[in-house]
């Protein structure tokens, strides 16, 4: 049994890698918080849900423009000292953040503002952290790595919200921020402990330039390229949390509260995988293993539009039906799947990339993992426009599966990588 759950060595052999961990899940937190705490001021300050809205255009822009551009800044500078001047300057925007709130601003341009900031550095900082795992532990513990920062990241993502809800209720906004300040206070403290992580060989200069060579090794790299269209298939044709809402209006019942259950369900079968990942570091066949996972997301996906078909409706008073649990659980799996395939997607590319160019490719990883979604929601919004949302879910179910199976077939090595075989080249 005990082989079943997480493998903890890499937590146990690296002091460096544990303590940013352990960063990474308060700032995860933190940054959880306070996105759920930004919407609900926003919607205080304008009464607009199209004003909330908009907090996600200011964030996606400069995520995507600094997550390639970042890369290049963590591939030419030490990463640790990336992380820590792109974990102080979320620290300080997380206290103007409070500040605005304790001194009743209310101005809301002005948190548009602190939120582009916000993941401007966050887009600088995580391409800095993921390219310092394989400085900080063996080839062979990657999978177990990248299995727990998984963990850590589904864990965020629930807790992170939770606490946001419960402390506005408490201590009002100003309260929520600054326990977000001092969740931040401690991450940035895990990272001026790490051991210093200057660039291997001789060092690019940050530009363009550098992005564009990023850009050119990936075209020479087909296994890499597929983690990114896999994954790619799998958000933006089968990414079902837009039809949450009109499902708990008028397919399943039960209004917010089912919104609430149903993305809290892919949310705890990520969850689940996580904490059930002890036998993920003795996959071999990575690539295949990834294509499985992404099919069961479709598959899962799919299911739940199946659920939809069948549910009867609201119940009397509008109260959800049967449907939603059968509903949830779908979305558990779909949850699931999609941990282990980012566990692997993880591992592939962090083996495959030279680290004078992992701070690029992570930049990359990081623009399709926040674009993809987004674009997802704009695709599956329009077919539940046109055909309703239970053909949305099983048409971008079946749609997802169809791709992944299609990309198996035109790209049999990604089938046959071998993950030992890969960290024999890395270290040869």
């Given at each position: 049994m005990r082989?079943?759950?997480?493998?903890?060595?890499p937590?146990?052999?690296?002091?460096p890698?544990?303590?940013?961990?352990?960063?990474?899940?308060?700032?995860?937190?933190?940054?959880?918080?306070?996105t759920?705490?930004?919407?609900?001021?926003?919607?205080?300050?304008?009464?607009?849900?199209?004003?909330v809205?908009l907090?996600?255009?200011?964030?996606?822009?400069?995520?995507i423009?600094l997550?390639?551009?970042?890369?290049s800044?963590?591939?030419?500078?030490?990463?640790?000292r990336?992380?820590?001047?792109?974990?102080s300057?979320?620290?300080?925007?997380?206290?103007?953040?409070?500040?605005?709130?304790w001194l009743?601003i209310?101005?809301?341009?002005l948190?548009?503002?602190?939120?582009?900031?916000?993941?401007?550095?966050?887009?600088?900082?995580?391409?800095?952290?993921?390219?310092?795992?394989?400085?900080?532990l063996?080839a062979?513990?990657?999978?177990?790595?990248?299995?727990?920062?998984?963990?850590?990241?589904?864990?965020?993502?629930?807790?992170?919200?939770l606490?946001?809800?419960l402390?506005?209720?408490?201590?009002?906004?100003?309260?929520?921020?600054?326990?977000e300040?001092?969740?931040l206070l401690?991450?940035?403290?895990?990272?001026?402990?790490?051991?210093?992580?200057?660039?291997e060989?001789?060092p690019?200069?940050?530009?363009?330039?550098?992005v564009?060579?990023?850009?050119?090794?990936?075209r020479?790299?087909?296994?890499?390229?597929?983690?990114?269209?896999?994954?790619?298939?799998?958000?933006?044709l089968?990414?079902?949390?837009?039809?949450?809402?009109?499902?708990?209006?008028?397919?399943i019942?039960?209004?917010?509260?089912?919104?609430g259950?149903?993305?809290?369900?892919?949310a705890?079968?990520?969850?689940?995988?996580g904490?059930?990942?002890?036998?993920?570091?003795?996959?071999?066949?990575?690539?295949?293993?990834v294509?499985?996972?992404?099919?069961?997301?479709?598959?899962?996906?799919?299911?739940?539009?199946?659920?939809?078909?069948v549910?009867?409706?609201?119940?009397?008073?509008?109260?959800?039906?049967?449907?939603?649990?059968?509903a949830?659980?779908?979305?558990?799996?779909?949850?699931?799947?999609?941990?282990?395939s980012?566990?692997?997607r993880?591992?592939?590319?962090q083996?495959?990339?030279?680290?004078?160019l992992?701070?690029?490719?992570q930049?990359?990883?990081?623009?399709?993992?926040?674009g993809?979604?987004?674009?997802?929601g704009?695709?599956?919004?329009?077919?539940?426009?046109?055909g309703?949302?239970?053909?949305?879910?099983?048409?971008?179910?079946?749609?997802?599966?169809?791709?992944?199976?299609a990309?198996?077939v035109?790209?049999?090595?990604?089938?046959?990588?071998d993950?030992r075989?890969?960290?024999?080249?890395r270290?040869?």
């Amino acid at each position: 049994m005990r082989n079943l759950f997480a493998d903890l060595t890499p937590l146990r052999v690296s002091a460096p890698y544990r303590r940013m961990w352990f960063g990474s899940v308060l700032s995860g937190v933190g940054t959880a918080l306070t996105t759920v705490a930004v919407g609900l001021q926003v919607y205080d300050l304008t009464g607009s849900t199209f004003n909330v809205g908009l907090v996600g255009l200011f964030a996606l822009v400069p995520l995507i423009a600094l997550g390639l551009y970042g890369g290049s800044i963590v591939d030419a500078h030490d990463r640790r000292r990336v992380m820590m001047t792109t974990s102080s300057g979320l620290f300080l925007v997380a206290c103007a953040f409070a500040a605005q709130a304790w001194l009743g601003i209310g101005n809301v341009w002005l948190m548009y503002a602190l939120v582009a900031v916000q993941h401007g550095l966050f887009a600088v900082n995580q391409p800095a952290r993921g390219s310092a795992v394989p400085r900080l532990l063996p080839a062979d513990l990657l999978s177990a790595a990248n299995a727990l920062n998984s963990l850590a990241w589904n864990v965020s993502l629930t807790v992170g919200p939770l606490l946001a809800g419960l402390l506005v209720s408490w201590w009002g906004y100003g309260g929520a921020y600054s326990v977000e300040a001092v969740l931040l206070l401690f991450a940035f403290a895990s990272v001026v402990s790490l051991p210093p992580l200057p660039p291997e060989g001789r060092p690019p200069r940050a530009g363009l330039r550098s992005v564009l060579e990023g850009l050119r090794f990936l075209r020479t790299q087909p296994d890499v390229r597929m983690t990114f269209q896999v994954d790619l298939a799998a958000m933006v044709l089968a990414m079902p949390k837009v039809l949450f809402p009109a499902v708990g209006v008028t397919l399943i019942g039960g209004g917010a509260a089912t919104v609430g259950v149903l993305a809290a369900a892919i949310a705890v079968g990520s969850i689940v995988a996580g904490v059930l990942s002890g036998p993920l570091h003795r996959v071999r066949r990575q690539g295949l293993a990834v294509l499985v996972s992404v099919v069961g997301w479709g598959l899962a996906v799919a299911g739940f539009g199946l659920m939809l078909a069948v549910s009867p409706g609201p119940g009397p008073h509008g109260q959800a039906s049967w449907a939603l649990w059968s509903a949830a659980g779908f979305l558990a799996l779909a949850g699931a799947a999609d941990a282990v395939s980012a566990v692997f997607r993880t591992t592939i590319l962090q083996v495959v990339t030279p680290d004078a160019l992992r701070g690029r490719l992570q930049g990359v990883f990081l623009v399709v993992v926040a674009g993809g979604p987004q674009l997802g929601g704009l695709l599956l919004g329009a077919v539940a426009r046109w055909g309703g949302e239970t053909v949305a879910a099983i048409g971008g179910g079946v749609a997802c599966v169809l791709v992944v199976l299609a990309l198996g077939v035109l790209q049999p090595t990604f089938v046959r990588y071998d993950a030992r075989r890969a960290a024999a080249v890395r270290a040869g």
